[in-house]
């Protein structure tokens, strides 16, 4: 069965500091991947997808992630965070059954 | 203009009762998705539409569980005689038409309602 796994629950670090946050699929085809972002009290935002082609994809708010075949990752990455970044980040695969399946999460905090 | 709306935000209720979340879904999407999210948990698929294609209900956990959608717009989440294993985050998201395709078509979520099950 189709799953991802985000092996950090929990990720601090310095406003200003880059970040990057693990994402490991399991799926037997070529995986859609998604990863969103959801703020305390908002809905789930989408940060950016990888369907096909380039496998650095680029996203809003200065993300970015690349997918990588051989270590069935799709790791999300930005040089530089800010205090805003702050939230519950979620890496998630679509198959072809017409749903998403989500990884846990990862709760991201920004230290001044 | 609006977004996914889900009412209501807050449900407490006792275990055994019955309870219905409401989705209103963007105006004009034609896909509607419920997903729940527990607690230390991901994101879990419960049931698709899209447009007047039979529903997916791969993803409903039990018989408990049912959803409806009205005129291809608003959706209701049915869950009976609530368990306290029910307590979660139900999402709701809608799109143009099923991601899938090749255009991708973003999947908008709404704030989603927060039901405990004492």
């Known amino acids: 069965a189709q799953s991802v796994t985000q092996p950090d629950i929990h990720i601090t670090v310095s406003e200003g500091a880059s970040l990057e946050l693990r994402c490991n699929y399991s799926y037997g085809a070529t995986p859609y991947l998604f990863w969103y972002v959801q703020s305390p009290g908002q809905g789930l935002q989408l940060l950016l997808k990888?369907?096909?082609?380039?496998?650095l994809v680029q996203g809003i708010k200065g993300f970015e992630a690349e997918f990588k075949r051989s270590q069935s990752s799709f790791n999300l990455r930005k040089p530089s965070v800010h205090w805003s970044d702050a939230a519950e980040y979620f890496c998630?695969?679509?198959?072809?059954?017409?749903?998403?399946?989500f990884g846990a999460g990862t709760r991201l905090t920004v230290k001044p | 203009g609006a977004g996914v709306s889900q009412s209501p935000s807050n449900k407490v209720t006792e275990k055994g009762k019955d309870v219905e979340l409401r989705c209103d879904p963007i105006s004009g999407h034609t896909a509607l998705y419920w997903y729940r999210q527990s607690l230390g948990q991901g994101l879990e698929f419960l049931i698709y539409f899209q447009g007047n294609s039979a529903p997916d209900k791969s993803g409903l956990p039990s018989d408990r569980f049912s959803a409806e959608r009205t005129g291809g717009s608003v959706s209701t989440l049915t869950i009976q005689r609530t368990q306290q294993e029910d307590s979660a985050v139900y999402l709701c998201a809608s799109s143009l038409r099923d991601w899938k395709w090749s255009s991708y078509n973003e999947q908008f979520f709404g704030p989603g309602t927060r039901l405990t099950v004492l």
């Open positions: 998630a695969v679509g198959t072809n059954n017409n749903d998403m399946r």
């Open positions: 990888y369907f096909s082609g380039d496998t």
